[in-house]
């Protein structure tokens, strides 16, 4: 079976409306690209309870049903960032500097001041503060990072894990594509989900869940989905009703929800397809 994905994004400023999200779209892109939809998100501040109880929450699914979440944010080593505490503290592990991120670490170092043409301290207060980074609890595994050499971290719990990159988009992408290609690829759909929808007019959905119950009763694997509107700028007042899934099997539903609509005296908008 196909394990449920889920995201988890870290931050004050997300919060606050300092910044927009732009890891939620991203991750459905990312995945929807492979066939493989996104199940849940959260979001959380820079709290270390909560964040720790998102964790834990995350590491159980991971645990029981192989979910697979990525977490996005709080994993550097300034007073605000938590994450890396927070997922050992959930796992009940001791955190340690992992050699090989000390390696990639050290070697950033050695980059940023060869580009400005200082020496190399290594030992340097600043410089040593900085393997923080590297700090992650025990047993985790590297995610590379293309952009910085920076790594993130994984944790296993079962048969799941959770990823855990940087609240940075140009870093966690890549870095969500590394995992998803290099650890997920057996689970890439080569005919991913589709959608198939029409506008109605004229309908509540009570009236139409009977239909909806029935359609998902005789097709497996089909999900019915309604989505209603009462000021849409092109339709007005409106459902939005269709189904989705595996395509073979939504191209069995999708008339079949269409015969059902048709004995209701209904409007019908445009027929889309996602």
Same mark, same amino acid.
């Not at 960032?81 to 992992?98: P, S, V, Y």
């Not at 400005?116 to 992650?136: A, C, K, S, W």
């Not at 009763?217 to 459902?239: C, M, N, Q, T």
């Given at each position: 079976?196909? #394990?449920?994905?889920?995201?988890?994004?870290?931050?004050?400023?997300?919060?606050?409306?300092?910044?927009?999200? !732009?890891?939620?779209? $991203?991750?459905?892109?990312?995945?929807?690209?492979?066939?493989?939809?996104?199940?849940?998100?959260?979001?959380?501040?820079?709290? /270390?309870?909560?964040?720790?109880?998102?964790?834990?929450?995350?590491?159980?699914?991971?645990?029981? *049903?192989?979910?697979?979440?990525?977490?996005?944010?709080?994993?550097?080593?300034?007073?605000?960032?938590?994450?890396?505490?927070?997922?050992?503290?959930?796992?009940?592990?001791?955190?340690?500097?992992?050699?090989?991120?000390?390696?990639?670490?050290?070697?950033?170092?050695?980059?940023?001041?060869?580009? &400005?043409?200082?020496?190399?301290? #290594?030992?340097?207060?600043?410089?040593?503060?900085?393997?923080?980074?590297?700090?992650?609890?025990?047993?985790?595994?590297?995610?590379?990072?293309?952009?910085? !050499?920076?790594?993130?971290?994984?944790?296993?719990?079962?048969?799941?894990?959770?990823?855990?990159? /940087?609240?940075?988009?140009?870093?966690?992408?890549?870095?969500?594509?590394?995992?998803?290609?290099?650890?997920?690829?057996?689970?890439? &759909?080569? *005919?991913?989900?589709?959608? $198939? *929808?029409?506008?109605?007019?004229?309908?509540?959905?009570?009236?139409?869940? #009977?239909?909806?119950?029935?359609?998902?009763?005789?097709?497996?694997?089909?999900?019915?989905?309604?989505?209603?509107?009462?000021?849409?700028?092109?339709?007005?007042?409106?459902?939005?009703?269709?189904? $989705?899934?595996?395509?073979?099997?939504?191209?069995?539903?999708?008339?079949?929800?269409?015969?059902?609509?048709? $004995?209701?005296?209904?409007?019908?908008? #445009?027929?889309?397809?996602?």
């Amino acid at each position: 079976m196909t #394990p449920h994905f889920g995201l988890i994004i870290v931050g004050d400023e997300i919060l606050s409306g300092k910044r927009a999200d !732009k890891h939620m779209p $991203k991750a459905i892109e990312l995945l929807g690209a492979r066939g493989l939809p996104l199940a849940y998100a959260d979001y959380v501040g820079d709290d /270390p309870a909560r964040i720790t109880a998102t964790l834990a929450r995350a590491f159980a699914a991971a645990r029981e *049903s192989g979910d697979v979440v990525f977490s996005c944010g709080g994993i550097g080593a300034t007073p605000d960032d938590h994450t890396r505490q927070c997922a050992a503290k959930a796992l009940g592990l001791e955190l340690a500097l992992h050699p090989t991120a000390k390696t990639l670490i050290l070697e950033r170092m050695a980059d940023v001041a060869k580009e &400005q043409g200082t020496p190399y301290e #290594p030992d340097r207060d600043d410089n040593i503060h900085r393997l923080n980074m590297g700090v992650f609890p025990a047993g985790a595994e590297i995610i590379p990072n293309p952009y910085n !050499k920076i790594p993130g971290f994984t944790c296993r719990a079962g048969q799941g894990a959770v990823h855990f990159v /940087p609240g940075f988009p140009v870093m966690a992408w890549p870095m969500i594509e590394w995992v998803l290609d290099n650890q997920y690829a057996h689970l890439h &759909q080569k *005919s991913p989900h589709t959608e $198939k *929808s029409v506008i109605i007019f004229g309908s509540m959905e009570a009236m139409l869940t #009977p239909l909806m119950l029935d359609i998902e009763a005789a097709h497996a694997g089909v999900k019915v989905f309604s989505l209603p509107s009462v000021d849409h700028p092109e339709y007005g007042r409106h459902i939005e009703l269709g189904v $989705k899934g595996a395509p073979e099997a939504v191209n069995l539903a999708y008339p079949a929800m269409l015969a059902g609509l048709h $004995k209701f005296d209904l409007k019908f908008g #445009p027929e889309l397809v996602r």
